[in-house]
């Protein structure tokens, strides 16, 4: 089975509104697609680094820059979108689709949408119940020092036990500021992602012990190796699994597969995937160890155009593709309008 070429290509999507987090002020996506040519036939991968080093150490031009310089040796979270686009060609020529190879039983899966900060409380609780009137039934709010309790509280006021909370802090906090987040305890989270930075394991496995809201690491978790080490110090209760960040879906499943050996949550988390991304993060949901509803939104959530066919929300949950590989190739109409620049590397045999 011959490679015969393998194709960067950038684009440029607008944003249906800015997205904040304690990191990451986006207001576009500036996004790396890989396209491989295996035998004749296409295969996709989305990158998951950001335009801005803020919540990874890598940006989309270092990926960019890392694949061009030596597409064997680049980070993980570059690598993921070649390893992907390989996936996607090789199932598209079997005729198999990325669910059946995973092993994933579901033909639909929870969505859950991502809010970020906003500037009041007001503006907050008209995105949430934007959220829930379109269907979603969970939402992760971003939480931060000083940004936690009145707004948790509010959101929970408004919308009572109607919808499933989540809050993702980003590392923001330190193991002192415990009571802060102990007092989140009382609002019947699903989980509290990454509250201390990615290196303190020692310090969630203390925290553990302090707050009853389940802890969560995302950012401490870049291998199975960082996942079976927060495991056997009990520096977590779920683990959010990111392809992209982890190197690579077979590398997620991996970790899937760790959690549930342990009895540890998981769910798929989200980088603002495009609906080339999202096709495969949906695949990867439907493995039965995630058990709870990851960062999936539907089309529309975060783009104003996007780069794959629509997929909607029905009754809360988000459809499986059963096509071959990915499920689907992105439009051409919209790579043509988005694409800001494409190289192709090993070109194609003479
Ligand atoms: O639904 O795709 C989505 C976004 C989910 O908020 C989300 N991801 O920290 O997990 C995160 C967060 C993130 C957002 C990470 C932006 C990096 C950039």
Known sequence: MGLD????????????APFRTSQLHLTERDVLLVRVVI??????????????????????DTATAALRADLDHA??????????ATF????????????????????????????????????LLDEVARHVETGYRRVKLKIGPGRDVELVRAVRAEFGESIALQVDANGAYRLEDAPALAALDEFDLLLIEQPLPRDDLAGHAELVDL????????????????????????????????????GGLDVARAVHD???????????GGMLETGVGRAALLALAALPGFTLPGDLS????????????????????????????????PDPVALRRYTTWAETLRPGRP
């Open 5 to 16: 070429a393998v194709e960067l290509r950038r684009l440029t999507l607008p944003m249906t």
């Open 39 to 60: 035998d004749g036939v296409d295969g996709w991968g989305e990158c998951a680094a950001l335009p801005e080093a803020g919540y990874d150490d890598v940006d989309v």
């Open 75 to 84: 980070p993980p979270v570059a690598t993921a979108a070649v390893t992907t």
């Open 88 to 123: 996607d060609a090789r199932l598209r020529a079997e005729g198999r689709s990325l669910a059946d190879w995973l092993g994933a039983g579901r033909r639909s899966v929870p969505a859950g949408v991502a809010v970020g900060f906003m500037p009041s409380i007001e503006e």
């Open 211 to 246: 707050i009853n809201t389940p802890v969560c690491l995302d950012e401490s978790i870049r291998s199975l190796a960082d996942a079976t080490r927060a495991i056997e110090l009990g520096a977590c209760s779920v683990i959010c699994v990111k392809p992209g960040p982890l």
């Open 258 to 268: 760790a959690c549930v050996a342990a009895g540890v949550g998981a769910w798929c």
């Open 298 to 329: 539907a089309t529309g959530r975060w783009y104003v155009d996007d780069l794959a066919p629509p997929v909607d929300l029905v009754g809360g949950e988000l459809a499986v593709p059963t096509g071959p590989g990915i499920g689907g190739e």
